[in-house]
């Protein structure tokens, strides 16, 4: 039975509180899952193996989020200036690593410049749910899929001078390999638009609402208190090449495979972004893109 998700943040908090031990999904074994998830000429993708490289993570995150992208940091995480977040705990963590990056001083080292949080649907349960259910309404649609293995994706960060189409293939075969492993059945998580005023936004969000919404047993929708409406501009009125070219790339990648998202956005201050969720059973990704990034297939 799926366990009802109230507020997830308090029930880890209470659990830290209370002197509970959770070791780090990620420094735990993965069985006959190969850490490294694919490789793309100098880059890299692969699992978090060790402490390290989760606070590794959580730099590349306060950089882009906090430094970049001008989210709101508490005390803990603005004095170690790392993105500390308690569900880190019980998540997994992909990096994206380029062994041909070099330092101040033109010698080679190996640097992070992406990541990808992971949360896995046995894990979120055993540890007070998902973090997407603090903005979304899901449990009736994990109710509606008992069994279908949900994994969230969240925490989705690549540094400006890599955000390129190599850099997020990379991740999406790094995905592959993980769903496959684990026998995922769907994904869902919360995805961004900058800023917190959804008017700025009228037009995708309203494209992503008349053509993109999940419907019957894949619907979803934002909590009613946090509920904003997507629905600012008619269908008739989209412009459909000026609604794609507004889509942030993850959204849009989201799209193209095959996605889905839920009715209402939700506005989160502290990271000043306008979120939608997003909803992807793995049976309506398209079969071309389920093939290209196949963990058989290998990029030189």
Same mark, same amino acid.
């Given at each position: 039975?799926?366990?009802?998700?109230? /507020? %997830?943040?308090?029930?880890? =908090?209470?659990?830290?509180?209370?002197?509970?031990?959770?070791?780090?999904?990620?420094?735990?074994?993965?069985?006959?899952?190969?850490?490294?998830?694919?490789?793309?000429?100098?880059?890299?993708?692969?699992?978090?193996?060790?402490?390290?490289?989760?606070?590794?993570?959580?730099?590349?995150?306060?950089? !882009?989020? $906090?430094? *970049?992208?001008?989210? +709101? &940091?508490?005390?803990? /995480?603005?004095?170690?200036?790392?993105?500390?977040?308690?569900?880190?705990?019980?998540?997994?963590?992909?990096?994206? +690593?380029?062994? *041909?990056?070099?330092?101040? $001083?033109?010698?080679?080292?190996?640097?992070?410049?992406?990541?990808? =949080?992971?949360? =896995?649907?046995?894990?979120? *349960?055993?540890?007070?749910?998902?973090?997407?259910?603090?903005?979304?309404?899901?449990?009736?649609?994990?109710?509606?899929?008992?069994?279908?293995?949900?994994?969230?994706?969240?925490? /989705?960060?690549?540094?400006? *001078?890599?955000? /390129?189409?190599?850099?997020?293939?990379?991740?999406?075969?790094?995905?592959?390999?993980?769903?496959?492993?684990?026998? +995922?059945?769907?994904?869902?998580?919360?995805?961004? $638009?900058?800023?917190?005023?959804?008017?700025?936004?009228?037009?995708?969000?309203? $494209?992503?609402?008349?053509?993109?919404?999940?419907?019957?047993?894949?619907?979803?929708?934002?909590?009613?208190?946090?509920?904003?409406?997507?629905?600012?501009?008619?269908?008739?009125?989209?412009?459909?090449?000026?609604?794609?070219? &507004?889509?942030?790339?993850?959204?849009?990648?989201?799209?193209?495979?095959?996605?889905?998202?839920?009715?209402?956005?939700?506005?989160?201050?502290?990271?000043?972004? !306008?979120?939608?969720? !997003?909803?992807?059973? !793995?049976?309506?990704?398209?079969?071309?893109?389920?093939?290209?990034?196949? %963990?058989?297939?290998?990029?030189?």
């Amino acid at each position: 039975m799926i366990a009802k998700i109230t /507020s %997830p943040t308090q029930v880890l =908090r209470s659990a830290f509180q209370a002197g509970m031990k959770i070791m780090p999904r990620a420094v735990r074994d993965h069985g006959t899952l190969d850490p490294c998830l694919g490789r793309m000429g100098s880059l890299e993708a692969r699992l978090a193996i060790t402490k390290k490289d989760i606070r590794r993570a959580q730099k590349l995150r306060y950089r !882009v989020f $906090f430094e *970049e992208g001008g989210a +709101i &940091a508490d005390a803990r /995480s603005t004095l170690a200036r790392r993105d500390i977040c308690p569900f880190d705990r019980i998540c997994d963590h992909m990096l994206v +690593i380029d062994h *041909e990056a070099r330092n101040k $001083f033109g010698r080679k080292k190996p640097k992070v410049v992406g990541t990808y =949080r992971l949360l =896995r649907q046995d894990m979120a *349960e055993k540890h007070g749910g998902f973090y997407s259910a603090q903005e979304f309404d899901i449990a009736p649609l994990l109710a509606r899929h008992a069994g279908a293995r949900f994994l969230e994706l969240g925490r /989705s960060c690549v540094l400006p *001078e890599y955000r /390129s189409k190599r850099t997020i293939e990379l991740l999406w075969r790094g995905i592959a390999a993980y769903m496959q492993h684990y026998r +995922i059945g769907a994904m869902i998580g919360c995805a961004s $638009f900058e800023g917190t005023n959804p008017l700025a936004h009228a037009l995708p969000l309203s $494209f992503l609402h008349h053509h993109a919404m999940s419907e019957g047993d894949w619907a979803a929708k934002a909590l009613p208190e946090r509920f904003v409406s997507m629905d600012m501009i008619s269908k008739d009125a989209i412009e459909l090449r000026r609604a794609l070219d &507004a889509l942030p790339t993850l959204i849009r990648g989201y799209l193209r495979v095959g996605a889905k998202f839920g009715a209402g956005a939700v506005i989160d201050r502290q990271f000043g972004t !306008v979120d939608v969720l !997003v909803v992807l059973p !793995v049976s309506a990704i398209d079969a071309k893109y389920l093939e290209h990034f196949s %963990p058989t297939q290998r990029a030189a």
